[in-house]
């Protein structure tokens, strides 16, 4: 006999009895509720009938989340990302089986009730009663369907989701009201549709498109009879009926669910027995979700590409309002990636630098004159093992990269050059260049100078570099002291503006400190897409564009697409059209005749370039370019504790690593493959008059501007904070060989680790 709540009074079943007979509406609290022989049913304040008409009627449905697909610019996949695998369907594009198969076992009456089964609701009583344990429940597929909208609503907040999934009479009675609403107005097949879109059938796997995937690899529409049956009975414990952890359960359940489908009509008796007796046929599919699945190596752009999604604007006004719509997902994002450009960047890498290497190497290619992004790659793949890394040696750290980026050496006195040029100096410009120097007691900056108050000393790499020069041949050789005389003569501030025109800025996105080392010589940590990105703009005839990664972003919400804004590049006039002209041949003899000979493309390709190693042989690079790609390769420690003298990189032993012999042929590699069956564009032209006194000395042509190849100092080269050097990720400064004071102010910066040196 079925016990009274306590208190006395009628049992559960005669008191939902009299409760059912008030009012359908009334009765229909109590719904779903699988309540025990032994418990009260005491109805508080948000149990009443009054209560229940004072709740809203309006259930806000959240959009589905669903997975986001990453392509590349020829359409071509590089990863899935997603906060839950799902993909909406149309019920038409559900096999029928599957949809007979739900209702079967999870709601059989779901076409003959409304939103509350009262029939349902007493059996479930009687037969909890007779067992004195809940043994079945009595929710209509709408019940079922409106709680997994609050669990869909709540997201990862696990505060939210306990509050969604909550056995309480106010939350069911909440839940009852709001699926009144929602047979009203979607209808039988819509909530059957919403219903199998929104469930999580376990694996990771949210809605029956995605469940259809994982565990047969094929599409929801596709799914036969026994299929189907495994599918719908893995709902009511996606753990307990896991068939990739438990065949012997799960099939037990699957069989559950033909036998109650040939109960109800669905199926025949004989088709549901030779169901029974076949194997589960799984066929799963692993999850593949986010960068670290990206093809062609395209995890580090892949999650740049996120980043920029997280961090830009256009995308909402918040970081908060940015993530939501990221993880609400469902969108299709189309990339600027070039895969023919990738696989070229990524081949090479692996070619001349390998995962277990002590140093790595980083490349990116853009477009000049639309600043696209058609290549990030590097030798450390991206992921969370042994020589794996999740940072993008190619980016700034706001978009995911190191914390300062990477001293540049040599590479930066393009600017250098550019900047004189564009304040009157010709491309015949003369200085001693002596092969020591004192440096300059003072340096004009843009608000005060910068005072050299020590006995500070300049060297070049080699004592046979002795001046004059004029610029051609100071660049082809990347003579240090010419350099720091051209600051010297025009000031730090012209240098200052080229650089911000060009976007330069330090890793960590700071502007370039005003110090000698700094202007000149690249001390300053920089990151390969800056270089690259900036070098383009020479390519470009002058013009710079800011670096873009996406070119359009669908975002679906259930049936329904629309396109969203998306970040676009902006070009703008850095320097003149005579001024780039003029860099473009100067750096066409460094590949020809310079320190970048191994890094010329040859086959009849306009190409130019700059070579650059600095203090201690921590950073090499090479930062290159044809009219229509720019590229920058970067080789070194991402700790900046690893000196590439007697190492080998690549299986290759260098007694000396610089940016001529490591990085150049990386740049060469990438650039020949990315531009193969493209167009050969040509520079303009311009003239540039030989030096009047042609020079006559010995000069290694194979070698890089380190020259010697010793380490000698080449004098103020470090940016370490406080004076101190202290280098990006812990690695130290890196002080020269040569013993001597430092005077005092000549280092600054956020501790970025080794000077530029060439």
Not at 208 to 216: D, G, I, L, M, N
Not at 302 to 309: D, L, M, P, S, T
Not at 360 to 378: D, H, N
């Amino acid at each position: 006999m079925p016990k009274k709540r306590s208190g006395g009074g009628l049992s559960s079943t005669q008191q939902a009895a009299k409760f059912l007979g008030v009012s359908v509406l009334a009765g229909a609290v109590l719904a779903g509720i699988a309540l025990p022989a032994v418990g009260a049913l005491g109805l508080a304040a948000k149990g009443s009938v009054e209560s229940f008409d004072e709740l809203p009627a309006a259930l806000k449905t959240p959009p589905l989340s669903q997975r986001t697909t990453i392509l590349d610019a020829d359409g071509g996949l590089i990863a899935t990302v997603y906060s839950r695998d799902r993909t909406v369907v149309e019920l038409k594009d559900i096999s029928p089986y599957m949809q007979k198969a739900i209702v079967a076992i999870e709601d059989s009456r779901f076409y003959e009730h409304g939103a509350v089964d009262l029939k349902g609701v007493l059996r479930a009583l009687n037969k909890n009663a007779r067992s004195g344990e809940v043994s079945e429940g009595a929710s209509t597929l709408t019940q079922q369907y409106v709680k997994n909208v609050f669990v869909e609503e709540a997201g990862d907040d696990p505060t939210k989701v306990a509050q969604a999934t909550q056995q309480t009479i106010g939350r069911k009675i909440q839940e009852l009201k709001y699926a009144i609403q929602v047979e009203e107005e979607l209808g039988k097949k819509k909530i059957l549709e919403n219903y199998l879109n929104i469930t999580f059938f376990g694996q990771q796997a949210y809605g029956v498109e995605a469940a259809s995937q994982r565990y047969f690899s094929k599409p929801a529409k596709d799914l036969n009879l026994q299929e189907a049956a495994l599918l719908a009975g893995i709902v009511q414990s996606p753990s307990r009926y896991d068939p990739v952890n438990d065949e012997a359960e799960a099939k037990k359940r699957r069989n559950i669910v033909l036998k109650r489908m040939a109960e109800v009509g669905d199926v025949s008796p004989e088709d549901a027995a030779k169901a029974m007796r076949s194997p589960l046929g799984l066929k799963v599919s692993e999850p593949k979700n986010g960068c670290i699945t990206a093809a062609k190596g395209a995890g580090f752009f892949c999650k740049y590409v996120e980043k920029v999604f997280l961090n830009d604007p256009v995308f909402g006004k918040t970081r908060e309002e940015r993530a939501k719509i990221w993880n609400q997902g469902g969108l299709t994002i189309r990339t600027t990636l070039d895969p023919q450009a990738q696989e070229s960047v990524q081949e090479s890498l692996k070619n001349h630098v390998y995962e277990s290497d002590k140093v790595a190497a980083a490349s990116t290619l853009v477009e000049p004159g639309t600043g696209k992004i058609v290549a990030m790659g590097q030798s450390k793949p991206y992921g969370y093992g042994k020589n794996q890394t999740e940072i993008n040696f190619s980016v700034d750290f706001a978009w995911g990269g190191s914390n300062f980026g990477f001293p540049t050496g040599s590479t930066f006195k393009p600017f250098v050059a550019a900047a004189a040029l564009e304040e009157g100096r010709p491309p015949t410009q003369e200085y001693s260049a002596p092969y020591e120097m004192p440096y300059p007691d003072t340096v004009r900056g843009c608000e005060k100078p910068w005072v050299n108050d020590g006995d500070y000393k300049l060297e070049n790499e080699n004592e046979t570099e002795v001046g004059p020069y004029a610029l051609k041949e100071a660049m082809a050789k990347s003579v240090n002291t010419y350099f720091v005389q051209m600051i010297e003569d025009i000031g730090m501030c012209p240098v200052v503006t080229m650089t911000d025109k060009l976007g330069v800025v330090q890793g960590n996105g700071d502007k370039i400190p005003e110090v000698p080392s700094s202007m000149t010589l690249g001390s300053t940590g920089l990151s390969p897409l800056t270089m690259a990105s900036a070098y383009a703009a020479f390519a470009s005839r002058g013009m710079y564009c800011t670096p873009v990664a996406i070119e359009s972003i669908t975002q679906k919400t259930g049936n329904q697409s629309q396109s969203l804004p998306v970040p676009k590049s902006t070009c703008s006039r850095a320097m003149s059209e005579k001024t780039a002209d003029t860099v473009n041949e100067l750096l066409r003899g460094v590949i020809d005749s310079g320190t970048g000979q191994q890094a010329g493309l040859g086959d009849g390709r306009a190409n130019a370039g700059k070579t650059g190693t600095t203090d201690e042989r921590r950073n090499a690079w090479f930062v290159g370019y044809t009219p229509n790609m720019s590229g920058a390769v970067w080789v070194g420690s991402p700790s900046q504790k690893v000196k590439m003298k007697n190492i080998t990189i690549g299986g290759q032993p260098h007694d000396l690593v610089f940016g001529g012999a490591v990085p150049g042929p990386i740049w060469r590699d990438a650039m020949s493959g990315a531009l193969e069956g493209k167009d050969a564009p040509g520079f303009n032209r311009v003239h540039i008059p030989d030096a009047k006194k042609p020079k006559d000395r010995d000069r290694d042509r194979g070698r890089d501007d380190d020259g010697k190849g010793d380490d000698g100092f080449i004098g103020g080269l470090i940016s370490g904070g406080n004076g101190n050097g202290n280098g990006n990720g812990g690695g130290n400064g890196g002080q020269p060989d040569p013993t001597f004071s430092i005077p005092e102010g000549f280092i600054q910066g956020p501790g970025n680790g080794p000077g530029g040196r060439d």
